[in-house]
Every structure is written in structure tokens, then in C-alpha cells.
């Protein structure tokens, strides 16, 4: 089992900044891909940012330029720094990781979600 808590979200205005933190702990495998998804209020669960296989990351359009992912491997925790923010960015915060030995054994799992809300 593994247990993700996020932590850093909050009430911010148009235009500020905010820091997620997401630490995880348990049974952690060597394959570790960690990301963070969102889901603003009546709509599905979104992909926002992750960590690939290879290290790289990938983001979803309505955050490049403005969010970074990155991760601290020693602490098992990833980061989301998120800048210029706007109403649209209202989300409940999740962070996301798919850890196993192997590619092809990859258990998925979800933090409790972390509440951003950003006003006009």
C-alpha cells in the first residue's frame, strides 16, 4: 500500500502562486511515476502534470508555461508550483502515483486531493 498526502493548497487571487507538496510513503517501488491530476466542480478528474518513464514531463496545455512539476526522489515527494493563476485553475488537487516493480505491475493511487481556489 502506498498513502499520498497532499498539502499547500488554499485561497489565492488571480495572478498569484501557489506550492503543492505531495508525499508518499509505504511500499514504493522502484518504478515510481508520480503526476498530478485536478477536478473542478461538476466536471471529470483532468490530468495536469506527470513524470515520465524517462524522467522527462509532460503537462496539459492549460497549464504549460505556468506550472512545474518536479520531485525530491530522497523524500518520495513531488512538487507543483503553480504561478499566474487563474479562476479557471478552481480545482480540487489530486496527486497520483504508479509505482510497482516493474512496468507491467504498476498499482495506481490517489491522495485525498488538496482544494485550490483562486478569485477573480
Known amino acids: 500500500q502506498v498513502q499520498l498526502v497532499e498539502s499547500g493548497g488554499g485561497l489565492v487571487q488571480a495572478g498569484g502562486s501557489l506550492r503543492l507538496s505531495c508525499a508518499a510513503s509505504?511500499?514504493?517501488?522502484?518504478?515510481?511515476?508520480m503526476a498530478w491530476y485536478r477536478q473542478a466542480p461538476g466536471k471529470q478528474r483532468d490530468f495536469v502534470a506527470r513524470?515520465?518513464?524517462?524522467?522527462?514531463?509532460n503537462y496539459a496545455d492549460s497549464v504549460k508555461g505556468r506550472f512545474t512539476i518536479s520531485r525530491d526522489t530522497a523524500k518520495n515527494t513531488v512538487y507543483l508550483q503553480m504561478n499566474n493563476l487563474s479562476p479557471e485553475d478552481t480545482a480540487v488537487y489530486f496527486c497520483?502515483?504508479?509505482?510497482?516493480?516493474?512496468?507491467?505491475?504498476?498499482?495506481?493511487?490517489w491522495g485525498q486531493g488538496t482544494q485550490v481556489t483562486v478569485s477573480s
Open positions: 509505504g511500499t514504493i517501488f522502484s518504478v515510481n511515476l
Open positions: 513524470f515520465t518513464v524517462g524522467g522527462n514531463t
Open positions: 497520483n502515483t504508479k509505482t510497482g516493480p516493474n512496468l507491467g505491475t504498476l498499482r495506481d493511487y
